[in-house]
């Protein structure tokens, strides 16, 4: 069968890569794709909300799956756009429909999905610029330090903890009276904070049937030692070596079995990966958030464990026969680290030459802000490219995946030396 895969970054050029090792893939498509991408298929140079040309595509090369990377299609309801279509509505996309979407779309809609549900989460309350006096009133009712969440899509940089009171009352004015993230911050959720350590857990569902992948850690903050600003993920471990079998059991049993009855329960049409953002508090989960695709760079970790044919698993995911398929995980660990421009998560320049690529050795580059010009392979982005590796303990993994990172070379290329530092 002939596949798109939408997007253009590490998570993408993961997904390229496992689906081109499928014999069950005639030909592949990215669009936009990057250099990465571009060695496993055909990149085409289309925005991944411009649906308009992505039916051209899909019609124009017999293309029978469309497998959704990032959120903003998503949540833009480009599941929908081809269901409505009389032209597209026999082809397989895997990512939920828009109304399912906005489980990641709007933070308010996921808490009160995990409250219908009866889902283990963080006490919260949501405020618009009309009532930020309220808001104003809840912050004094809360311990420190406070989680304040713009309801709509900011990039991942929409959630902001302060320790301060005053700083949070002025930071939830920034975000409602002043916009400071603009449409996204037009209604801001303010949560408990909850103390533990986070971990990822990642779900396929058709639907009706879910299995569960391998769950992933990664590592948020641009500085060492989980400081300075937010990022999209600087690293990621897998598996989570505190997730014991009898945590990894509550995880299913509290959180996936309900978010998997819920869609049904609420009518949510979902076929897709379902990402749960948990907390490990004490020795319970909670859920601090959902997102409706696959993480980055988790991704970078988790697929590479799988060794299922990719292809096959995502047939049954869109043909609702996921309870056939058994899930065959890699014992062994694999952690990434991301490589980024100098400047990042700020201004940072692009362009600049990347080198090495071609001598690592013991380690996968996932090329993630990286384009070909001029013949050359150059930085487009603020992550650049995440250098995955196995071992046998996610410590040797990590070791090779640094020894790997010494071969390769961009002006001012910067990255975390103390990834899995907290395990």
Known sequence: MNILVLGSGGREHAFAWKIAQSPLCDSLFIAPGNSGTDQLGTNVNISVTDFDAI?????SNKIEMVVVG?????VQGVHDYFLSDDTLKHISVIGPQKKA????????FAKEFLYRHNIPTAAYESFTKENVEKGYAFLETLKPPYVLKADGLAAGKGVVILSDLNEAKAELKSMLVDAKFGEASTKVVIEEFLDGIELSCFVLTDGRHYKILPTAKDYKRIGEGDTGLNTGGMGAVSPVPFATNGFLKKIEERIV??????FKKDNLPYVGFVFIGLIKVGD?????EYNVRMGDPETEVVLPRLKNDFVEVLQAMANQTLDTIEIDIDNRAATTIMTVSGGYPEAYEKGKEITGIDSIKDSIPFHAGAQIKDGKIVTSGGRVMAITSYGNSYQEAIKKSYQSIEKLHFDKMYYRKDIGFDL
């Open 55 to 59: 039916k051209e595509l899909v019609l």
């Open 70 to 74: 990032p959120e903003d299609p998503l």
């Open 257 to 262: 079995k309900p978010t998997i009855d819920g």
């Open 101 to 108: 979407a906005e489980l990641e779309g709007s933070k308010e």
């Open 284 to 288: 319970n989960p909670k859920v601090i």
